[in-house]
């Protein structure tokens, strides 16, 4: 009477994504005046009070005011005076206010990019001896909202263990771990980061871990991590939808009207950051405020991930070094955001769309890349993206000497990975699927199945690709084919936890227990508190009669997950194989107690109880 | 024809031009007879530049301790004694500090950004002026690590006597005529 439940998989995510929007400036200004935009009525005479101050306000001083990322406030006369000759070189160069894209017919919402007029303007005013003007035409000071930004938050998560930044040396990328302490599924409609310290803050990203994967990597609860690259597994397949980003500036956004995200409880939130030194010692301690709605998701948008980084292998020297890549959507969408990533050797990001009648059309053109702005862009307006639409990058890399920001002195061959020092070559686009049949299931699994298969025929030695490809064709009941492709993915990494416990899963599932043991033995090997493998052995070994092994793996399971239905569940189901009758009863009475519905406990506790009066 | 005026400086007005330390003394850092090199290092409390580069100046202070005498100058008029003092708390620093709010030291160092430094040889002769390193590419862009020593090449050449190889590069930071 043991029931078995299907094996567990894991479904795996790699970079350091993010999200959502910045919303920079303009939703928190109020009162504020449009900026002058009148290029053919030049003023002979600039000053401030009429000319500079609208600019100033309207695209500076969101950020440059007490308490915000920029150093310095820029919120009257005398503070822009006292910058004036070096506001005037960073909007020439355009490193001010920070937009890296280029202007392009599909407009970005809160573009945050000054007109060649302002700019100018700006030059005159210095040159003309930065006269301040009538104060009578000077506009309203704008507002800002001090503390959260969209009132108080519904839940406040603070970082556990806060991180001490070193006075100097190299850029720091730190991972703070949020358990999310909520008891049921909650939906979010905003998510506000406040980094810490702003000013010390480049920018921070949000995954959402389903399953407490990240865990693993801290040497002890709550401590965090480092890395700037992470590896988010999750049993399901629930990709992530939202770009839950914060840069300077950044301005929360709310979802539209059905699209919250989904909080579980046990889920964990990880802020992935990048920190710089500011010449002293800094403490950064985040925290994230959470909004909820009652409305749950309606639309479910996803992040579909362009990428070649099997083709980052750039010679030392190499000043323009091409990467590409090409996919063909296999159903339409609308796409809604874009979030580029490369490191410190990117130079020209380019992303467009060549849509079914040839048309092209521009996505993204950053024509120098600043890994210290990255951004998520979203879009003013939905841009719909029929099936068969082509959506292409081109990054061109710099290795050469010329590029200031070569990480190499003297320039060395550079290569694909995690490390900040390595390269990337990312993608992410935010799609909504639209025009599909619900009773296809759900329609990102074809996104994400063409583009694991996309994956796998562009780097046959894409681990992930082949693993991801795997849990789609598993999730479709293509077992078989599934299993195929999980060898694939641990012949390339033999030692790795989650593909030997993926493919040991699979093969239980396809009822083969006895070639399952090995695999599910070596994921336990790399990862001996590998909560997923233990139970995945536990049916493997139930599969082949060794119930005494298949208890001993249970209770090592609930070891590591002490409250959990399932496996208590079927813990009693093998002791009660094994004759054990009393303890068995117990272990499904204390399944029933965590989850009343429990359909293994609730129908062998019934079977049990009328066993055990039957003696 | 214009006539020709001739202008006679006050006493007066000399004595504002002096730099003075923390407690208001007037302070001229050319005057000690130490026999030590002199470098001036101008910095703006409201310069992200300046402020990140506490660890590099004070890891050459201390590098040269014996026989350079380092000062810190603050031409921002607005940047107080006290507001100076918690800056220097703040990041840690061990050098003494001077206000230089008519910009007397930073004419004599031709100086125009912060941070930017000035070296001056045993017999207080101008050697070098300009940037401590090349870390900053500009506003926006800061390499990984610096690949140049401008600062740390001229206090060598000063110190043996011979001439700096490039007497003059500008840095990367804040204007100081901003301030005036």
């Known amino acids: 009477m043991l029931h078995l439940r299907p094996g567990i998989n894991s479904w795996l995510r790699v970079g350091a994504w993010a999200a959502i929007l910045l919303t920079a400036v303009a939703a928190t200004l109020s009162g504020r005046t449009a900026p002058h935009r009148s290029s053919e009525r030049r003023p002979a005479q600039v000053t401030f009070n009429r000319d500079i101050a609208p600019i100033v306000f309207h695209s500076c001083s969101s950020c440059h005011r007490p308490g915000e990322a920029a150093p310095f406030s820029l919120l009257n006369y005398s503070d822009v005076r006292k910058h004036a000759r070096q506001i005037v070189d960073v909007t020439q160069s355009r490193a001010m206010p920070p937009w890296l894209p280029e202007p392009q017919e599909l407009k970005f919402a809160d573009e945050l990019r000054l007109s060649d007029t302002e700019i100018n303007l700006i030059k005159s005013w210095v040159e003309q001896g930065e006269v301040e003007g009538d104060p009578s035409v000077l506009p309203v000071q704008p507002k800002f909202v001090d503390g959260w930004r969209l009132g108080e938050p519904d839940l406040v998560l603070t970082a556990n263990k806060p991180l001490t930044l070193p006075p100097s040396g190299t850029d720091t990328y730190w991972n703070f771990i949020f358990p999310v302490p909520i008891q049921e599924t909650r939906w979010v409609k905003a998510v506000e980061i406040r980094p810490g310290d702003k000013r010390y803050v480049h920018h921070a990203n949000i995954l959402v871990d389903r399953e407490g994967s990240s865990r693993q990597h801290e040497t002890e609860p709550g401590a965090g991590f480092g890395g700037m690259e992470i590896r988010i597994e999750s049993r399901v397949f629930d990709p992530d939808s939202h770009l839950l980003f914060w840069k300077p500036g950044t301005v929360p956004y709310v979802e539209p009207e059905g699209m919250a995200m989904r909080l579980d409880k046990g889920t964990d939130l990880i802020l992935n950051t990048h920190l710089q030194p500011s010449g002293k010692p800094e403490v950064i301690q985040p925290s994230i405020g959470l909004y909820f709605t009652p409305h749950p998701a309606t639309k479910l948008p996803m992040l579909l991930q362009l990428e070649n980084d099997a ?98 002195h003297p320039p060395a061959r550079v290569k694909g990975g995690n490390r900040s020092s390595d390269e990337m070559c990312h993608l992410w686009l935010q799609v909504l699927p639209v025009n599909f049949d619900p009773a296809q299931g759900d329609p990102r699994m074809v996104l994400q199945q063409a583009l694991a298969q996309h994956n796998v025929e562009k780097n046959p030695r894409d681990f992930e690709a082949h693993y991801n490809l795997a849990a789609m064709l598993q999730a479709k009941d293509k077992i078989e084919d ?73 209770r090592f399971a609930l070891k590591l997950q002490p409250d959990d239905a399932n496996v208590e569940a079927n813990l009693g189901a093998a002791l009660a194989q094994m004759g054990q009758l009393p303890e068995a009863k117990s272990h499904f009475e204390h399944a029933l107690q965590i989850d009343p519905n429990q359909p293994i406990a609730k129908e062998n506790l019934v079977e049990l109880l009328r066993e055990m009066n039957s003696h | 024809m214009p006539a020709a005026v001739l202008l006679i400086g006050s006493a007066f007005a000399v004595a504002q031009q002096t730099a003075t330390d923390l407690d208001g003394h007037a302070v001229n850092p050319l005057a000690t007879d130490s026999g030590k090199i002199v470098v001036l290092v101008f910095l703006r409390r409201d310069c992200p530049v300046s402020s990140r580069y506490a660890p590099v100046i004070q890891r050459i202070s201390r590098q040269y301790a014996d026989r350079a005498t380092f000062w810190l100058v603050y031409p921002d008029k607005s940047d107080s004694p006290q507001a100076i003092r918690k800056y220097l708390e703040d990041y840690g620093y061990r050098l003494p500090a001077l206000r230089d709010p008519e910009h007397m030291l930073v004419k004599i160092a031709r100086v125009q950004i912060t941070p930017e430094v000035a070296v001056f040889d045993r017999g207080h002769q101008l050697v070098y002026d300009g940037r401590i390193d090349d870390w900053y590419v500009d506003l926006a862009r800061a390499k990984p690590a610096a690949t140049t020593r401008e600062l740390d090449d001229a206090i060598r050449a000063a110190l043996a006597g011979k001439a700096v190889a490039k007497s003059e590069v500008r840095g990367v930071g804040c204007y100081i005529s901003d301030l005036e």
Do not use: C
Not at chain 1, 341 to 347: C, F, Q, T, V
Not at chain 1, 370 to 397: C, D, F, I
Not at chain 1, 512 to 529: I, N, S
């Open chain 1, 482 to 554: 599934a299993i195929h492709e999980y060898e694939a993915a641990v012949r390339l990494r033999p030692e790795d936890a989650a593909g030997n416990n993926a493919l040991g899963a699979a093969l239980v599932e396809a009822e083969h227990p006895a070639q399952a043991v090995g695999y599910l033995q070596t994921a336990l090997k790399a990862r001996p508190d590998y909560f997923e493998a233990h139970y995945n052995l536990g049916f493997a070994l139930a599969g082949q009669d060794d119930f005494a092994g298949a208890v001993e793996q249970f």
């Open chain 1, 311 to 408: 083709k980052l292998d750039i010679p030392a020297g190499q000043r323009d070094f091409l990467v590409t890549d090409d996919f063909a959507l296999p159903s339409d969408v609308e796409l809604l955001a874009i979030y580029p990533h490369a490191h410190y050797l990117g130079k020209d990001i380019q992303a467009f769309a060549t849509l079914p009648d040839g048309t092209k059309k521009t996505l993204l053109h950053i024509p120098q890349w600043n890994l210290n702005w990255q951004a998520v862009y979203r879009y003013e307006q939905p841009m719909r993206l029929p099936k068969g639409t082509k959506v292409s990058l081109r990054y061109v890399y710099d290795n050469s000497e010329g590029n200031p920001l070569n990480p190499n």
